[in-house]
C-alpha cells in the first residue's frame, strides 16, 4: 500500500496567519491527491482533489499544489473556523490510503 | 441534496457480529453509477478505508479484513450495510458511510460522508 506521510503532525498559528501543509507519498501518485479537513465530532469534508482542484463550496483560500510524491495545502489567511485536522488521501492505486494527519490549533 | 444517516447498536461484544446500516436520501443508489464505501476512525485515530460496493453489489474490501467483512447494498430500502463478524476491542472506532466523487471509480475520493457512528467494542 501507499504511505502518506503528513508533516507537521501539529501546527500552531494565528488568525490571519498562512498556514502550509505538506503531504509526501512512499511513491508516486501523479495528482491524484485530496485534502480533507475535519472537526471534532464531525466527519472529514472534502477540500481539494486531484491536487489542485477545489471542491463545491470551499473557499478560495484553501489551495492545493504538487504532484508525484510532494504536495502541499495552503490556507492563504486562517479564519477561526480553520483550526482542525487536515487529512491527504491518495487515489492512485488500490486501496486508497490517508495520511495520518494535522493538527492545526490556534497559538 | 445527498444525505447519507450511519445506524446500528453502539455497542458489541467481543467474538460477536458488528452490523451497519447506511440510509441513503436525496439520490437513488440504483440510478447512481458511484461506488459507496465504509471508512472507519478508531477514537483519536487516524481514517482507514474498509470496504466499498456498488450499486450492482462488486465489493472491495480492506486486505486484514477480507475474511471477517461483508458489504451489501440494498437498492429498494436505499440502504448499504456493513457486516463484520469475530470483533474485538481493536474493531472500536467511528464507522462512516461516503459516496465517492467520481463514477465508476472504485478507488476514489469521497465526496458525501454520513455523520458516523461510534461502536465500541467491550464485555
Known amino acids: 500500500d501507499i504511505v502518506l506521510t503528513q508533516s507537521p503532525a501539529t501546527l500552531s498559528l494565528s488568525p490571519g496567519e498562512r498556514a502550509t501543509l505538506f503531504c509526501r507519498a512512499s511513491?508516486?501518485?501523479?495528482?491524484?491527491l485530496a485534502w480533507y479537513q475535519q472537526k471534532p465530532g464531525q466527519a472529514p469534508r472534502l477540500l481539494v482533489y486531484?491536487?489542485?482542484n477545489r471542491a463545491t463550496g470551499i473557499p478560495a483560500r484553501f489551495s492545493g499544489s504538487g504532484s508525484g510524491t510532494d504536495f502541499t495545502l495552503t490556507i492563504s489567511s486562517l479564519e477561526p473556523e480553520d483550526f482542525a485536522v487536515y487529512y491527504c488521501?491518495?487515489?492512485?492505486?488500490?486501496?486508497?490510503?490517508f495520511g495520518q494527519g494535522t493538527r492545526l490549533e490556534i497559538q | 441534496q445527498l444525505q447519507l444517516q450511519e445506524s446500528g447498536p453502539g455497542l458489541v461484544r467481543p467474538s460477536e457480529t458488528l452490523s451497519l446500516t447506511c440510509s441513503v436520501s436525496?439520490?437513488?443508489?440504483?440510478?447512481?453509477?458511484?461506488?459507496w464505501s465504509w471508512i472507519r476512525q478508531a477514537p483519536g485515530g487516524g481514517l482507514e478505508w474498509i470496504a466499498s460496493?456498488?450499486?450492482?453489489?462488486?465489493?472491495y474490501y480492506k486486505s486484514s479484513l477480507k475474511s471477517r467483512l461483508r458489504v451489501s447494498v440494498d437498492t429498494s430500502r436505499q440502504q448499504i450495510a456493513l457486516n463484520l463478524t469475530s470483533v474485538t476491542v481493536a474493531d472500536t472506532a467511528f464507522y462512516y458511510c461516503?459516496?465517492?466523487?467520481?463514477?465508476?471509480?472504485?478507488?476514489?475520493?469521497?465526496?458525501?460522508w454520513g455523520q458516523g457512528t461510534l461502536v465500541t467494542v467491550s464485555s
Open positions: 488521501q491518495q487515489r492512485r492505486l488500490w486501496p486508497g490510503t
Open positions: 436525496g439520490a437513488s443508489i440504483s440510478s447512481s453509477g458511484h461506488y
Open positions: 461516503a459516496r465517492h466523487r467520481s463514477l465508476s471509480l472504485v478507488t476514489d475520493f469521497f465526496a458525501y
Open positions: 486531484d491536487a489542485s
Open positions: 460496493v456498488s450499486k450492482d453489489g462488486a465489493t
Open positions: 511513491q508516486s501518485v501523479s495528482n491524484f
